[in-house]
């Protein structure tokens, strides 16, 4: 058996079902790969904090000021998660609470926000998140969201002539920086300019891009200005599901921020995930964490090169971070959804997406999404990642021949046997 799989002892006795459905996606995590750019794997010793006795304690409140008694490890680990947060973005204050990156900008909202203020964001067709003001989203119902696009998505600039517009007319009280499908760097020091300019909080949410900035692959938007981060901790930070947010240097704001959190929407925090955040910021301050975020944007150009070459469109004309968004439909004929199934089949893991005024639907789009931070984990190099593309590109070229498809699909599983999930970044 493989000795990085898990034991459950516990819960195989008694738990059948449950047990099943973790064997299988443990099954699942091994013998795919995982391509979603949100997804990562996260050490041993994150579960291990993640799975603690800590799940067992209430601790409403903040280190030192707690509603509830017997906060001796409580403070210890939060402080901990805190402290090494603040040193990793060069922040004066870290809120480690939100259960989620959602629950961070909802707290930040409130924190920054007066019912019917205005906020200015990027357009979600060019890549802005869901939580960034979707009409679904009930956030809608007490904020005004307005937007910036794309001026070019053959270069991903975007149009900070029409943002400066925008901000003039509209007079927003913050201006949203941020992406879940966007696979370029911003200009910063633009954005909080215009903030500046009309009076705004400058907000970037990084919930992509954390890992990046921790490791310094990608720049950090406090130098350049930036009041306040909101992030999750899940994805190129590879910690455990949850969000976090940091305010750079006001106090006051900070304060805000964290009343916000609670009482202000949470009760008592997670304080397993809270000590998994904090051991998993300690694998981020490590100096092997800058050689891993350096290699997932060494992987992403190995595909983007690919792509290029085989004159697939990808939006912004290609990456600069650990995304690619590729016009699938535009350039080979298959519609995103029909690329994600067929991926599907031959084992690598990725979704469908809709790309800048996308002629198609949202469940059918013309686009998919795939990125490096799970692949670098595994230890992929750029020749590994350069091969995935290439057999990606070939399955969707052969999607109607099964033999083809079948061979693709066992070169998938060998890349996999060849480069299991580690257990541990730290040595
Ligand atoms: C993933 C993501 C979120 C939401 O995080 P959840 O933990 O799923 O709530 C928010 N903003 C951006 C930009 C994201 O990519």
């Known amino acids: 058996m493989d000795t990085t799989m898990d034991l459950y002892n516990f819960i195989s006795q008694q738990d059948k079902e449950v047990f099943g459905a973790l064997e299988g996606e443990e099954k699942r995590e091994r013998e795919g790969l995982e391509l979603i750019p949100s997804e990562n794997y996260v050490s041993k010793a994150v579960r291990e904090a993640q799975g603690s006795i800590l799940t067992n ?40 609470q939100p259960h989620s990156g959602a629950n961070a900008n909802i707290a930040m909202y409130f924190a920054c926000l007066e019912p019917g203020d205005t906020v200015l964001g990027m357009d979600l067709s060019h890549g802005g998140h869901l939580t960034h003001g979707h009409p679904v989203t009930y956030i809608t119902k007490f904020f005004n969201f307005v937007r910036y696009k794309m001026k070019d998505t053959s270069t991903g600039e975007i149009d900070y002539d029409e943002m400066r517009e925008v901000a003039r007319k509209e007079k927003p009280k913050i201006i949203l920086a941020g992406f879940s499908a966007y696979s370029r760097e911003l200009d910063y020091a633009k954005f909080v300019s215009i903030a500046k300019e009309v009076g705004a909080y400058s907000v970037i949410d990084v919930a992509h891009i954390a890992g990046l900035i921790a490791g310094g692959a990608v720049k950090n938007p406090f130098d350049f200005g930036f009041d306040v981060m909101t992030s999750t901790t899940h994805k190129t930070l590879r910690g455990p599901r949850g969000g976090l947010i940091l305010t750079r240097e006001s106090e006051e ?31 981020a301050l490590h100096p092997s964490f800058k050689t891993y975020a350096a290699q997932i944007l060494k992987n992403a150009k190995a595909m983007e090169a690919v792509f290029k070459n085989a004159g697939v469109r990808m939006l912004g004309g290609g990456t600069s971070n650990h995304l690619i968004l590729a016009d699938v439909f535009g350039s080979l004929g298959v519609s995103g959804k029909e690329a994600e199934e067929v991926l599907d089949r031959v084992g690598i893991t990725l979704n469908k997406n809709a790309i800048a005024d996308d002629s198609r639907k949202p469940m059918d789009p013309s686009g998919i999404r795939f990125g490096t931070p799970a692949i670098t984990t595994r230890e992929f190099k750029e020749g590994e990642s350069k091969r995935v593309a290439e057999l990606m590109l070939d399955a969707l070229k052969n ?29």
């Open 57 to 96: 304690k209430y601790a409403e409140g903040y280190p030192t000021k707690r509603y509830y008694g017997g906060q001796t490890y409580t403070d210890e680990v939060e402080t901990l998660a805190i402290e090494r947060a603040k040193k990793l973005f060069g922040a004066k204050f870290a809120n480690v």
């Open 253 to 283: 704001l900070a304060k805000k921020i964290d009343k916000a959190v609670f009482p202000g929407f949470q009760g008592g925090p997670l304080m397993h995930v809270i000590a998994a955040k904090a051991v998993a910021f300690g694998e």
């Open 399 to 427: 999607r109607a021949d099964q033999t083809k498809l079948d061979a693709i699909h066992q070169e998938i599983k060998q890349l996999c046997a060849q480069f299991p999930i580690p257990d541990s970044f730290v040595q």
